[in-house]
């Protein structure tokens, strides 16, 4: 099935006025950003809504600015504008590693981190990004706005805390000194979703990791998350070998399913040997002087 069902269409110029067509239309209306997730669903008659509202006129929400102590970043910012970003080169690499390996140029072009972090795919890059960071969501409806945590966000496979009158605005991430971080994926060919990866940063005080945040996509694990991982290292001397529990652990502590892409001991190996990976390099990074 190729063509999606017929479908009513408005264009919003505002968050004001995106609010106010979901509020009117019901819970059969959808925003649309990108439309690179959204559009196949159609397609393939796997979602049917009776409206879709075009928040690509929003202007508002693209951006990537310092605010005090935090990175934030508009809902409507594009893959490409963090993939370029220097503001984010600086202060989280995880962002460029993450955004070299998501998809080709044309979905980067057009492809947002608010519908990639609301789809709830639980191979979206981003996600896995998000939650490494401990980044806070900003939810926006008529009635004001609520900021729920990245690892808290997700309710399922496709289901995010965002209520049908509601939309996802801001990412804040914290901006921490002394930090590094990576991504690391495996995919089955350049551009696919992935088989397995892992996202991290490190903060080093002298030797030591005084925080550190883990992320895996595509792997079922609880918020996106390794918090067994994270706490092993937490304290610890940033030496090879704790870095390798720490990866042993995350291999463990997921939930990953056999399926087209591989069986369940491959992904644990992949997860196991990427979190090392990413870990290493964020060390290296956070030594080099990261934000
Ligand atoms: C060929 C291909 C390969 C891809 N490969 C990868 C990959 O390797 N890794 C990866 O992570 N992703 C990949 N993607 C997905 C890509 O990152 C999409 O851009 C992303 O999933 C969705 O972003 P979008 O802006 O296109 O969202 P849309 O498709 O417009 O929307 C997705 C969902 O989010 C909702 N939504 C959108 N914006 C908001 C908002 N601000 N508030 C509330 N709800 C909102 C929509 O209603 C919809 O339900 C791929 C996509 C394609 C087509």
């Not at 939650?131 to 409806?141: E, G, P, Y």
């Not at 990866?197 to 996106?224: H, K, M, Q």
């Amino acid at each position: 099935m190729q063509t999606p069902a017929a479908f009513e269409y408005d264009r919003a110029a505002t968050v004001g006025e995106a609010l106010a067509l979901l509020e009117r239309h019901g819970p059969e209306t959808r925003l649309i950003a990108g439309g690179h997730s959204l559009l196949p669903m159609m397609k393939l008659r796997l979602a049917r809504p009776e409206r879709l509202v075009d928040i690509n006129p929003i202007s508002e929400l693209s951006y990537i600015r310092l605010e005090g102590m935090e990175l934030v970043i508009g809902a409507m910012t594009r893959h490409a504008q963090l993939l370029a970003s220097a503001e984010l080169l600086r202060n989280y690499p995880i962002f460029a590693d993450a955004e070299r390996v998501i998809a080709d140029p044309v979905v980067r072009n057009r492809g947002t981190i608010g519908g990639s972090l609301c789809q709830g795919d639980p191979a979206e890059d981003l996600s896995a990004v998000v939650c490494a960071l401990r980044a806070q969501l900003v939810i926006r409806s008529s009635n004001g706005a609520r900021t729920v945590a990245a690892r808290e966000f997700y309710l399922g496979p496709y289901e995010t805390q965002v209520g049908p009158a509601e939309m996802l605005t801001e990412v804040r991430i914290p901006l921490r000194r002394g930090t590094g971080s990576a991504y690391e994926k495996v995919e089955r060919r350049t551009g696919d979703w992935a088989i397995a990866a892992v996202g991290c940063f490190v903060t080093l005080e002298g030797e030591r990791v005084s925080d550190v945040g883990i992320g895996l996509a595509a792997v079922n694990a609880p918020g996106f998350a390794a918090e067994e991982a994270e706490a092993a290292l937490r304290g610890q001397p940033a030496a090879p070998e704790n870095l390798a529990r720490a990866a042993d652990l995350a291999a463990v502590s997921c939930r990953p399913q056999s399926d087209q892409r591989g069986p369940e001991e491959y992904k644990r190996h992949l997860v196991g040997e990427l979190t090392r990976r990413a870990l290493a390099r964020a060390v290296r990074r956070a030594g080099q002087g990261g934000a």
